[in-house]
């Protein structure tokens, strides 16, 4: 079974910096486009960043460009969401979602950035930013 799995998330005060961490649990990411959505109180389910580790490719919310960095670490199978700068409106529950490179929609999915086009995630973590 895929299931991404987070951890890292929490409570900080606008301006800080919280990383997030997104293991593999039954399947390989070199395989797969991973991307990091949110769903804040009240809203729908947003793309935040996106990344292929097998070509290193990165997709970026503008919301969050220039604060938010994506990366990979493939010898871990864990991909991470380094958020720097983090406002009150970062504010949600952050997933990690995989979608199939070949036979699925993962490439789609990694420029598009919608929830619908990933097929398996993680149960999320929370992260809260105060003023």
């Known amino acids: 079974e895929v299931q991404p799995v987070e951890s890292g998330g929490g409570l900080v005060r606008a301006g800080e910096s919280l990383r997030l961490s997104c293991t593999a649990s039954?399947?390989?990411?070199?395989?797969?486009?991973i991307g990091w959505l949110r769903q804040a109180p009240g809203k729908g389910r947003e793309g935040v960043a996106t990344?292929?580790?097998?070509?290193?490719?990165?997709y970026y919310a503008d919301s969050v460009k220039g604060r938010f960095t994506i990366s990979s670490d493939n010898a871990k199978n864990t991909v991470y969401l380094q958020m720097n700068s983090l406002k009150p409106e970062d504010t949600a529950v952050y997933y990690c979602?995989?979608?199939?490179?070949?036979?699925?929609?993962?490439?789609?999915?990694?420029?598009?950035?919608?929830?619908?086009?990933?097929?398996?995630w993680g149960r999320g973590t929370q992260v809260t930013v105060s003023s």
């Open positions: 990344i292929t580790s097998i070509d290193g490719d990165t």
């Open positions: 039954g399947f390989t990411f070199d395989d797969y486009a």
């Open positions: 979602a995989a979608e199939p490179l070949v036979g699925g929609r993962g490439y789609w999915a990694r420029a598009a950035m919608e929830a619908p086009l990933f097929g398996s």
